[in-house]
């Protein structure tokens, strides 16, 4: 419930501070006086878009405060906890919006900044606001099923929320089935391009590093001659037939050294060094002398590296890659593709089962769905022309159509709200049926309605804070009073707050407050406050005739007052 609302710089309203209690409270004042910014603070509060134009004309910025009730506990109340609002101990939480004429707009909630968002969600959760756009959103076909929809309740939100899911399970087999049938020609001569690749890469059978290894054997075997004559040099000298070699030498030295080691044993170790040096020697004797018989083993050796080189070269360039470790990363990428397409037409008629599975999933949700909502729709229609009875259109008949058509992400169902304003009537689209004056009191009925269909639903829930902006507009008379009489019957369970130019609405109010402007000839000011006794009574007359001072005016005030207070 919201408890009070202040604001400041606010449109022609410098300061105004006003109390709202359960029931019903009417906010009446003289066209241009500011009723609107009554609205506006309050839509600020509620989490509505900011726009410095509405900031009084000399001030830095416009302020809007207000203290409401919140949950103690559920998901309204777990966000507000996550955000770091502080609630007051008896569950009230002051929430306050700033917006400056030329800065940023700032909003604090429980002593803490918070998003515009968190605002919303709290109106979302605890505010239904409506305005005079509603009644042209209810010529809107989605309009119109998302009113059915809330009006559904659980039973209906639960098959929307499997209609959901099977609409995105159907969507998403359809969709994979589609990129696989159009791409199908693209997608298999891709694969066959891939598939002799392969086969080329597999009859040539690279090696990793091969490209590399065979470009240094190439550099060795084109340079055989002095490789051969530096390879037998080197072994000759290291091992060769000549008396004086490097193994001779070492052998030498190591046995003469051996014979003084018999003497002094600390010479052993360097006998041991020098037997080091003759066994690698002659390591390295022996694998020099296998060198240049694998040399002399095959002089076409250099051919076949030419020709091995040229093949590698042919398939790198048909690739598209620079060298055989390319090859290899091809091979390893384009082998999974291959193998798949192997099973394309397993996989295509897999896809095909899948997408029709998931469609008569969808079928199956859909109807589901239709059904709810065709139930919804009846007890909608049902309740509705109960609530016109009240208003004074007791021969009314309202229906709520919900007819197939093809799947969408909302459901299969188009839903059409149709109106019989008097007996004989056809049943036409309600927006073509109903008057200015009709509307109003058909988004009255339904906002009742639906109201009433979340008092079932929540039986221990708190009432909601209704606020309406002229929902009496083009209405009079006799039905004024009606749309009255239902509004102070609302606010026995709800709290209700009405923007309203009637009299017959004004007099049913619990609170009736005023919104009065004044102008020094330089700037216009409108105070806002409460009135009571002889000042309602002079409001009440204003509204009825324009002139406060009119006697018989006053006479008609005191009647309605009387009348509505016996009602209340």
Not at 43 to 64: D, F, M, N, W, Y
């Amino acid at each position: 419930m919201l408890h009070e609302l202040t604001i400041s710089d606010l449109g022609v309203i410098e300061s105004a501070r006003l109390e709202f209690g359960p029931g019903l409270t009417c906010v009446t004042g003289e066209t241009g006086a500011g009723k609107t910014m009554v609205l506006t603070g309050l839509g600020l509060i509620l989490g509505a878009k900011t726009v410095p134009a509405t900031v009084r004309t000399g001030a830095e910025a416009a302020v809007a405060e207000a203290v409401i009730d919140v949950p103690a506990e559920g998901p309204l109340a777990e966000r507000l906890a996550d955000a770091g609002v502080a609630v007051e101990d008896d569950g009230s939480v002051v929430v306050a919006r700033t917006v400056g004429a030329t800065t940023r707009s700032r909003s604090v909630m429980g002593a803490r900044t918070v998003p515009q968002s968190l605002l919303a969600e709290v109106a979302a959760e605890l505010v239904t606001v409506h305005g005079q756009s509603d009644q042209v959103r209810l010529r809107s076909a989605a309009r119109q099923r998302d009113t059915l929809d809330a009006y559904g309740g659980s039973h209906v939100t639960a098959a929307r929320r499997e209609y959901l899911r099977a609409w995105e399970a159907w969507t998403d087999a359809a969709e994979a089935l589609r990129r696989m049938q159009e791409g199908a020609d693209a997608e298999r001569a891709e694969v066959a391009r891939l598939r002799d690749d392969l086969a080329a890469i597999d009859e040539l059978a690279p090696q990793q590093g091969e490209d590399q290894a065979l470009v240094a054997e190439a550099q060795v075997l084109e340079n055989a001659e002095a490789v051969r004559t530096g390879t037998a040099a080197a072994h000759a000298a290291i091992a060769g037939e000549e008396e004086v070699t490097v193994v001779a030498v070492l052998e030498a030295a190591r046995r003469a050294l051996a014979d003084a080691a018999r003497h002094d044993a600390t010479l052993a170790t360097l006998e041991e060094r020098l037997a080091d040096f003759s066994y690698g020697a002659t390591d390295v004797a022996s694998e020099l002398a296998s060198y240049l018989d694998r040399l002399d083993a095959d002089p076409g050796r250099l051919d076949e590296i030419h020709q091995r080189r040229s093949d590698l070269a042919t398939l790198m360039r048909r690739i598209g890659v620079p060298d055989v470790d390319a090859v290899l990363e091809y091979a390893e990428t384009a082998r999974p593709r291959v193998a798949q397409d192997d099973a394309w037409d397993e996989t295509l008629e897999q896809r095909r089962a899948e997408e029709s599975r998931t469609r008569d999933s969808l079928d199956t949700a859909a109807q589901a769905l239709h059904e709810a909502r065709g139930a919804a729709g009846d007890r909608l229609a049902a309740a509705v022309r109960e609530e016109l009875s009240r208003l004074a259109m007791p021969d009314a008949d309202l229906a709520v159509q919900v007819e197939r058509t093809e799947p969408a992400a909302h459901g299969a169902d188009v839903v059409t709200m149709t109106l019989a304003s008097h007996p004989g009537a056809p049943h036409r689209p309600v927006a073509e049926a109903a008057s200015g004056g009709e509307l109003s009191r058909i988004m009255l009925a339904i906002e009742v309605s639906l109201a009433g269909a979340d008092a079932d639903h929540e039986s221990e829930s708190p009432g909601r804070t209704f606020i309406f902006d002229e929902v009496d507009a083009g209405v009079g008379g006799k039905a004024a009073v009606a749309v009255g009489n239902r509004l102070a019957e609302l606010a026995r369970t709800h709290q209700v707050i009405v923007v309203t130019h009637l009299a017959q609405v004004a007099a049913f109010a619990h609170t009736h407050v005023v919104v009065a402007k004044s102008t020094d000839g330089a700037v216009t000011r409108a105070q806002v406050g409460p009135v009571d006794g002889e000042d309602r009574v002079q409001e009440v007359a204003r509204l009825l005739s324009g002139q406060e001072d009119s006697t018989t005016a006053r006479a008609h005030a005191l009647e309605l007052l009387e009348g509505s207070a016996v009602a209340r």
